[in-house]
């Protein structure tokens, strides 16, 4: 069966410091990969989506960045953290070709 | 453009009281329907797929119903529990490569025992 992993599960970091969450899926091959934003009060916000390694689409212009190293790994990057950044961070995979997408446990993370 | 609204934002019910939850969507060319559901703090997992040809599914005590004309789809729960409590979102997919789904702000559901 599949499953996915993000980590770090809660970050704390200061404005200006830099960032990286990972995800990984297991038990498949070929995923498209997606990294969301849930802010309070507002819904899931897709950041970035990739098809294959090396292959990432911005959605949203913003102070973020992903990469895909591997065919099961997904980053999301930072060089420079704002207040604005503080959010819910979910990873989610689907398979080729198919819509149902399935979510990671996420990644609490609070700019301070 | 997509746009994803459910109603209520906020709903209460005694246990075992059947109840729906409601999704409306402006574009009615969607691909598919998903809903989720969301436990505090953690991730979506994954419900119920509809896809355009189809008109319900079902799981377990969930049914999800999908009327492309009138924009609106329905996630009914039979026999609530109080570990149904969680917050219910609908996503809508309405096709290009980006596979991006739209998605409502969602419906907590409380169920009192």
Known sequence: SQTIHQWPATLVQPVGSPLSLECTVEGTSNPNLYWYRQAAGRGLQLLFYSVGIGQISSEVPQNLSASRPQDRQFILSSKKLLLSDSGFYLCAWSGTGVYEQYFGPGTRLTVT | ?113
Do not use: H, M
């Open chain 2, 1 to 113: 453009k997509q746009e994803v609204t459910q109603i209520p934002a906020a709903l209460s019910v005694p246990e075992g009281e059947n109840l729906v939850l409601n999704c409306s969507f402006t574009d009615s060319a969607i691909y598919n329907l998903q809903w989720f559901r969301q436990d505090p703090g953690k991730g979506l997992t994954s419900l119920l797929l509809i896809q355009s040809s189809q008109r319900e599914q079902t799981s377990g005590r969930l049914n999800a119903s999908l009327d492309k004309s009138s924009g609106r789809s329905t996630l009914y729960i039979a026999a609530s529990q109080p570990g149904d409590s969680a917050t219910y979102l609908c996503a809508a997919y309405s096709g290009g490569s980006n596979y991006k789904l739209t998605f409502g702000k969602g419906t907590l559901l409380t169920v009192n025992p």
